[in-house]
Nanobody, 121 residues
Framework: QVPPVESGGGSVQAGGPLTLTCIVP????????IGWFRQAPGQEREGVAR?????????TYAASVKGRFTVSLDNTVNSVYLQMNSLQPEDTAMYYC?????????????WGQGTQVTVSS
């Protein structure tokens, strides 16, 4: 399976926004739930947001990001986005996307390289 490709990470000051993009093969984005995950140094990878495929596109968020992060997708360009607002230093991590079993944070398929987000206070 072709791994997803994440981009859009960078360095930002606390309170600022950042939008990440995940490119997923077309056959996957149209038929699978997609999740965004993050992993900070020394910590386990955790799920932060996930989205159902069209036509549902229902979303779920981890408590730590709810109200600040928004996940969306555009299957015409095979992309899943993570819009992050009001970023805090604790959001600093490597961010990944992956196909997941709908309703869970259980990923399947390959992980991409990730994209680094660094938030300074």
């Amino acid at each position: 399976q072709v791994p997803p490709v994440e981009s859009g990470g960078g360095s930002v000051q606390a309170g600022g926004p950042l939008t990440l993009t995940c490119i997923v093969p077309g056959n996957i984005i149209k038929n699978n739930c997609i999740g965004w995950f993050r992993q900070a140094p020394g910590q386990e990878r955790e799920g932060v947001a996930r989205v159902y495929p069209p036509p549902s596109v229902a979303t779920t968020y981890a408590a730590s990001v709810k109200g600040r992060f928004t996940v969306s997708l555009d299957n015409t360009v095979n992309s899943v986005y993570l819009q992050m607002n009001s970023l805090q230093p604790e959001d600093t991590a490597m961010y990944y996307c992956a196909a997941v079993l709908c309703g869970t944070w259980r990923n399947y398929g390959n992980w991409g390289q990730g994209t680094q987000v660094t938030v300074s206070s």
